[in-house]
């Protein structure tokens, strides 16, 4: 089985963009328990980077991860 990591960064930079609908996704997944961990901060500022594009929503999801990481 893929790790979640490869499977969603798939997800996230199919197109080189991260759409508004693909950060839903990020936001409903990585904060269902209420909180994030390194790993998960991690993986959105790595696919931020690696992307050609992206939405405020991204950044505004980093901030809020960042807030509530463990």
Known sequence: MAEWRQVAKVMALGDGHISIKEVEILRKVILADGSANKSELS???EIK????????ALDDLIADCEKVAK
């Open 43 to 45: 993986f959105l500022k």
């Open 49 to 56: 980077k690696e992307a050609k594009t992206t939405v405020k």
